[in-house]
């Protein structure tokens, strides 16, 4: 299995500043054939499911706000909130979909200071 | 719109069973892989399987290899998660979950892009 692992496990930013999390991957999950990364970002609240924030590694699904932002390739990644909003406390967690046994990143627990 | 309806909470007593279901609407309930995600109070999301709709066909994790158990019903557009032997470690929040099929991914190898509201089973004696 590919072991996915995020830093920090907690995370706490002042209002409108800047929240990075990262995720390796045991493996890469970069498709040499279609250049593609098979990583996603999911935001999840209290008594909630997991939201869809980032796929491919850093396209925005819809409806997500622009401040969301992912980057990285082959075994690190990165989740950027450019200006942390009051609505973004949550826990992030990533995933890969390369193999279809998707595994999960433990979670980053995203706090207001 | 796409929704992925699941049944209500259960408590079950150890050595039981389980049987969850997860109705689709809004889309082509064969087209799509749904995987099933369980997720133990304060904990993280654990993958436990999916099933091809269109065939049948499934995979599991290794940790639940012989307990569990996929399957659908495509007359009622309705897959179904079914675990044996509980344990009070199985005490969790089970999400179904569609697999999108966008662009460069298929199959079972795609990013969940629509869940189900969560059906809380307790095992306690």
């Known amino acids: 299995d590919i072991v996915m692992t995020q830093s920090p496990d907690s995370l706490a930013v002042s209002l409108g500043e800047r929240a990075t999390i990262n995720c390796k991957s045991s493996?890469?999950?970069?498709?040499?054939?279609?250049?593609?990364?098979?990583l996603a970002w999911f935001q999840q609240k209290p008594g909630q499911p997991p939201k869809l924030l980032i796929y491919?590694?850093?396209t925005r699904e819809s409806g997500v706000p622009d401040r969301f932002s992912g980057g990285g390739s082959g075994t690190d990644f990165t989740l950027t909130i450019s200006s942390l909003q009051a609505e973004d406390v949550a826990v992030y967690y990533c995933?890969?979909?390369?193999?279809?046994?998707?595994?999960f990143g433990q979670g980053t627990k995203v706090e207001i200071k | 719109q796409v929704q992925l309806v699941q049944s209500g909470a259960e408590v079950k007593k150890p050595g039981a069973s389980m049987k969850v279901s997860c109705k689709a609407s809004?889309?082509?309930?064969?087209?799509?892989?749904i995987h099933w995600v369980r997720q133990a109070p304060g904990q993280g999301l654990e993958w436990m399987g999916w099933?091809?709709?269109?065939?049948?066909?499934?995979n599991y994790a290794q940790k639940f290899q012989g307990r569990v158990s996929v399957t659908r019903d495509t007359s009622i557009i309705t897959a179904y998660l079914e675990l044996s032997g509980l344990r009070s470690d199985d005490t969790a929040v089970y999400y179904c979950?569609?697999?999108?099929?966008?662009?460069?991914?298929?199959?079972?190898?795609?990013?969940?892009?629509?869940w189900g509201q969560g059906t809380l089973v307790t095992v306690s004696s």
């Open positions: 979950a569609r697999s999108s099929s966008r662009g460069y991914c298929s199959g079972g190898s795609c990013f969940p892009d629509y």
């Open positions: 809004g889309y082509t309930f064969t087209g799509y892989y």
């Open positions: 099933i091809n709709p269109n065939s049948g066909g499934t």
């Open positions: 493996q890469s999950v970069l498709y040499n054939s279609n250049n593609k990364n098979y």
């Open positions: 491919w590694a850093s």
């Open positions: 995933q890969q979909y390369y193999s279809s046994s998707w595994t």
